[in-house]
């Protein structure tokens, strides 16, 4: 995979961060350094190694499901969000 002006644009954007045009650079060498390290760890065979934990066997224990209406609690999150209206959270479209 490589790491140029269009994907640090897509980034950017679905980051919902500003990047200088002096950074750029040193971020696609640093992105394609982190890519490659991550695709040598997909050649290490692990088919004969045990799995050292299990979420399945011992878990976390469960809550019983139950749904409440808390008006004063939904209030103060509307509250504390960056953008809101009616009631729902205002968030970047992110599905072209």
């Not at 980034?11 to 696609?28: G, M, N």
């Not at 290490?44 to 209406?69: K, Y």
């Amino acid at each position: 995979m490589t790491v140029d002006d269009k994907l640090i644009e897509k980034l950017a954007k679905l980051s919902s961060l500003e990047i200088d045009e002096q950074k750029k650079e040193s971020l696609k060498s640093e992105l394609g350094d982190i890519i490659n390290f991550v695709e040598n760890l997909n050649e290490i065979d692990v088919s004969n190694i045990d799995a050292t934990f299990n979420t399945v066997e011992g878990g976390t224990p469960l809550r019983e499901d139950v749904s409440t209406q808390d008006l004063q609690r939904a209030k103060q999150i509307i509250e504390n969000a960056p953008k809101s209206e009616d009631g729902y959270f205002i968030v970047p479209k992110i599905i072209e």
